[in-house]
C-alpha cells in the first residue's frame, strides 16, 4: 500500500492524472467492484492483476469512461471523467481492448490506425499532415508499417492486435488502458508489446493494463493491483502484491514465488493443490541440492508420502520447495560448509527415514557433509544418477571415491519416476 | 482520386438514367426533344414538339423521375446509417420497422380522407419517429442499446404496424383502393409540390448523415471502441436516427413503402468504395437514385398499357438478394 499512502491527500496533479476514489460498479446483481481506490501517476505501470470476474475489466470500463460507477467517482487531472465529453477524453485517454469487432476488417490497416487521429480533428475537418506524420509513427512504432495498404481480415490475431494498438497510440494518449490486451498473442508478441509499453511509460504515459499472466504483471509493471471479487486486496510494489498468501487468497491455489535468476524479475510458479492424503509415519529424506532435490520433494509429496530433506542452504531453490511443503528440514546459512550441529540434525533425520534419496547433486567441499551422512543410510540408501559422478566431483576425488562406495550398497535408478515408483511401492 | 472517380462515373450514369427515365413511357420522347423542352422553359426556342410531349415532360415524368431518385438515394443513405449505427448487415428502415411506422402514420390519414401533401408526410414522419425510438427504447439495457434486441423488436413492430395497417385496410370503404395503391409503393402520383418537399428533407438528411460520416466508421468497431475514440454515441444514435425519420416519413409518405433499396445498396455499393463512409454515403446516394429510376421505368413498361407498383420490383429484386447475403454470411454470423 505503499506508494498510495504516499500521494495523500492531494488532489492537484500533472497532467495525465487519474484518480479513482471510492468506486462501486453494479451489473444487474453482481456487485463488480467495490469501494476502488487508485491514483495513477504519470509515467507509471500499473498492472491489474486477479481471477477472471475478479473486477479488473470493470475497472478499465469505469476508468475508460464507458460504465459509470454508481458510487464515487473518477477523475483525469481533477476533473470528472464522466463530465468530459467522449471527444476530449479520447484526446487524453486510449484503450486497447480484448479483441476487435469484425464488421471493422474492410478497412486498411493505415486507414484504421488514422482513426486514432479522429479525436483530434474537427467536426467535419479533414486529417492534416501531421495526423498522417502521427499515424506512420504509430505504425512504426508497433512494426506494422509493412502492413499499412493491407485489410485488417487479411492479418493474424497477432498482428491485428498491434494494429489496434498502433491506433491507440495515434490518439497520442497521456493515459492508455490496456484490457488483457495480450492474453490472446504469443508470447513473444506480448513481450515485444510490454516491452513498447515501457517505453512509452519512460516517455510518460500512464500505463493501466488488466493482465492475466502474473509472471508478465510481475516482469513489466511499476506496481501491481491484485483484485478479487470486485476488491483491490493488495496495492503496491510488485513484492508487496505477489505474496503466496495474496496469491491463494485471490486465485484459490499455491504458488511459488522467487527472484528469477536472469532477470531478477519475480516469477511465480502455480502449484497443484496439495492435499496431504493419509501421510504414512514413515518419512522419505532427500538429500538436496542445487535445484536437485525439488522434483523428488515435489513428486514425493504429491505422492502422499511424509518427506524431510538436508542438508539444504537457504538460497537453494530446494529450500523453497521444502518450506513451501513445510517439511522437517536441516538449513545451512548460504555459502558456509555444513557445521557439525546441521550435520548432526541431519543424520538424526536420515536415522528416522525409513528410505534415504541422494538425487543427482553436485559435490564439492561444503556439501561433503552430506555425503558422509547419506553411507550412514547404509541400505536404506537409493541414487537418482542422471549423470556420471566424476562431472559432478568438485572436491579432490574425495566424492568419486565415497560415491563409488556407495553405489555398490544400495539401489540405483536412472529416472525420477522409477525412483519415485520404487519409493512408493517400497513403503505403500 | 479513386473515390471520386467513382463518383463522377456514378453521377454520369444517374444523368443518363435521368434521361432515359424521362424519354421511357408509353410514348417515347427522344432526348434531343427533351433537352428542347427543358431549354425552352429558360430560352424560348424554334418548337420541335407537341404540346402533349411537353406536359408528358414537365409535368409528369420528370416529377416522377426526380422523386425516384430522391426517394432511391434518401432510402440508401437511410440504409447506411443504420447498418453502421448497429452494425449489422441487415438493417435497413424497413427491417427496423421505421417504414412500417411511417406507413401506419400515413395511412391513417389517409383512411380519415385526408389525402394531402400537408397531412401525409407529417403523419408518416411521426409514424417513424415513434416506429424507431419505441424500437431504440426496447433495445436498451441500461445505457446502452443492444443490437439483437433491436432487430427483434424492429420486427416486432413491423409485424404491429403491418397489422395496423391491414387493419385501417379492412375498414377503409371508400378509401381504400388509394390505400392499397399507395401502400404497394408507387412513383405515378409524383407531382412538383411533392419534390419541392422532398428534396430539401433528403438533401438535408444526406448531408446531416455524411457529417457524421467518421464517426460512422468509427462504429464499426464496436460501440465502446468508438467511444474511446471520442465518439458521443448515444447522441450520435438520436441525432441519425431522428435523420433517418425524417427521410424515411418523407419518402414513405410520397412514394408508398418501398422495400429493401435500403438494403441492397450500401451492401452492393460497399464492393467498390470500401467500407469508408465518406465515399460509401455519397456514392449509395447516388446508387440509390440510379437503381430507383430503373426500378420505375420497369415497373412503368413490363406491362404495356398498365404499371406495377414500383415496390413490387425492388421487392423482387431485393429478397434474393436478402436471402444471398444471409446465405454468404452465415458463416460468420453465430
Known amino acids: 500500500m505503499g506508494i498510495l499512502e504516499k500521494e495523500g491527500g492531494s488532489e492537484i496533479g500533472g497532467p495525465g492524472r487519474v484518480r479513482v476514489d471510492g468506486v462501486d460498479c453494479y451489473y444487474v446483481e453482481t456487485h463488480a467492484l467495490n469501494n476502488a481506490q487508485l491514483t495513477v501517476r504519470p509515467g507509471e505501470v500499473i498492472g491489474l492483476v486477479g481471477p477472471n470476474g475478479s473486477g479488473k475489466t470493470t475497472l478499465i470500463k469505469a476508468i475508460s469512461g464507458v460504465l459509470k460507477p454508481q458510487v464515487g467517482i473518477i477523475t483525469l487531472d481533477g476533473v470528472d471523467v464522466y463530465q468530459i465529453k467522449p471527444k476530449r477524453l479520447a484526446q487524453q485517454m486510449a484503450v486497447v481492448p480484448q479483441s476487435t469487432d469484425t464488421f471493422f476488417f474492410d478497412f486498411t490497416v493505415e486507414e484504421v490506425v488514422l482513426m486514432g487521429r479522429s479525436p483530434h480533428i474537427k467536426f467535419l475537418g479533414t486529417e492534416s499532415t501531421n495526423d498522417y506524420d502521427v499515424t506512420r509513427k504509430a505504425l512504426e512504432m508497433t512494426d506494422v508499417a509493412q502492413f499499412a495498404d493491407r485489410k485488417i481480415a487479411e492479418l493474424s490475431g497477432g498482428e491485428r492486435q498491434r494494429v489496434i494498438i498502433a491506433r491507440a497510440l495515434a490518439q497520442e494518449p497521456k493515459i492508455l488502458l490496456l484490457d488483457e490486451a495480450t492474453s490472446q498473442l504469443d508470447i513473444g508478441i506480448k513481450i515485444e508489446i510490454f516491452d513498447l509499453v515501457r517505453r512509452l511509460a519512460a516517455s510518460g504515459i500512464a500505463v493501466i493494463a488488466a493482465i492475466h499472466d502474473l509472471n508478465l504483471a510481475a516482469q513489466y509493471c511499476d506496481r501491481l493491483l491484485l483484485l478479487n471479487r470486485g476488491e483491490i486486496i493488495a496495492d503496491g510494489a510488485v513484492e508487496e502484491v505477489l505474496t503466496q498468501e495474496h496469491i491463494a487468497e485471490a486465485f484459490g491455489v499455491s504458488a511459488l514465488v522467487r527472484k528469477h535468476p536472469i532477470t531478477n524479475a519475480f516469477s511465480i510458479t502455480l502449484l497443484p493443490h496439495h492435499t496431504p492424503g493419509e501421510r504414512s509415519s514413515e518419512t522419505v529424506h532427500v538429500i538436496p541440492g542445487g535445484g536437485k532435490g525439488a522434483p523428488i520433494i515435489h513428486a514425493l509429496v504429491q505422492k502422499g508420502l511424509s518427506v524431510s530433506a538436508g542438508v539444504v542452504n537457504t538460497l537453494d531453490s530446494d529450500y523453497d520447495v521444502a518450506e513451501y511443503y513445510g517439511i522437517e528440514c536441516a538449513v545451512e546459512a548460504p555459502f558456509s560448509p555444513i557445521s557439525s550441529e546441521v550435520d548432526s540434525r541431519n543424520v538424526q533425520l536420515i536415522q528416522e527415514a525409513c528410505i534415504v534419496v541422494l538425487p543427482n547433486i553436485c559435490f564439492g567441499p561444503a556439501n561433503l557433509k552430506n555425503l558422509e551422512a547419506a553411507a550412514l543410510a547404509g541400505d536404506k540408501l537409493v541414487i537418482l544418477e542422471e549423470t556420471p559422478i566424476e562431472s559432478r566431483d568438485f572436491t579432490p576425488g574425495v566424492a568419486q571415491r565415497l560415491y563409488g562406495d556407495l553405489r555398490e550398497r544400495c539401489l540405483v535408478f536412472t529416472e525420477l519416476a522409477t525412483l519415485v515408483e520404487h519409493v512408493e511401492s517400497h513403503i505403500g | 482520386m479513386k473515390r471520386n472517380a467513382t463518383l463522377l462515373v456514378l453521377a454520369g450514369i444517374l444523368f443518363a438514367s435521368v434521361v432515359i427515365g424521362v424519354a421511357v413511357g408509353p410514348v417515347w420522347i427522344p432526348p434531343q426533344k427533351i433537352a428542347a423542352i427543358l431549354t425552352n422553359l429558360v430560352v424560348p426556342t424554334n418548337r420541335t414538339w407537341s404540346e402533349a410531349e411537353a406536359i408528358i415532360v414537365y409535368q409528369i415524368r420528370l416529377p416522377r423521375t426526380f422523386m425516384a431518385l430522391l ?65 431504440y427504447a426496447l433495445s436498451m439495457i441500461g445505457p446502452r442499446s443492444s443490437v439483437s434486441l433491436l432487430l427483434l423488436s424492429g420486427i416486432a413492430l413491423s409485424t404491429l404496424f403491418s397489422a395496423l395497417i391491414s387493419y385501417l385496410m379492412f375498414v377503409a370503404g371508400e378509401n381504400l383502393h388509394q390505400l392499397v395503391f399507395w401502400l404497394m409503393g408507387g412513383l405515378w402520383a409524383s407531382r412538383w409540390e411533392y419534390v419541392e418537399i422532398t428534396f430539401p428533407v433528403i438533401l438535408i438528411g444526406t448531408i446531416v448523415i455524411y457529417a457524421y460520416a467518421r464517426d460512422l466508421n468509427l462504429m464499426l468497431s464496436g460501440e465502446e471502441s468508438a467511444q474511446h475514440l471520442g465518439v458521443a454515441v448515444e447522441n450520435l444514435k438520436k441525432i441519425l436516427l431522428v435523420t433517418v425519420s425524417f427521410v424515411v416519413g418523407v419518402a414513405v409518405a410520397f412514394c408508398g413503402i418501398i422495400g429493401f433499396v435500403g438494403l441492397i445498396v450500401p451492401h452492393v455499393v460497399r464492393t467498390f468504395t470500401g467500407p469508408d463512409h465518406k465515399a460509401l454515403i455519397p456514392a449509395s446516394a447516388l446508387f440509390g437514385g440510379i437503381l430507383l429510376i430503373w426500378a420505375d421505368i420497369i415497373a412503368r413498361s413490363a406491362i404495356p398499357g398498365s404499371e406495377m407498383p414500383v415496390g413490387i420490383i425492388t421487392a423482387l429484386l431485393g429478397a434474393p438478394f436478402f436471402m444471398y447475403l444471409v446465405w454468404s454470411r452465415r458463416k460468420n454470423i453465430f
Do not use: E
Open chain 2, 71 to 135: 426517394v432511391g438515394a434518401g432510402l440508401a443513405v437511410a440504409g447506411v446509417a443504420m447498418q453502421a449505427l448497429f452494425k449489422n448487415p441487415l438493417a435497413d428502415p424497413y427491417v427496423l420497422g421505421a417504414s412500417s411506422g411511417a406507413g401506419f402514420g400515413a395511412a391513417l390519414v389517409i383512411s380519415l380522407g385526408l389525402v394531402s401533401a400537408i397531412f401525409v408526410p407529417p403523419a408518416a414522419f411521426a409514424g417513424a419517429v415513434i416506429a424507431t425510438f419505441t424500437v
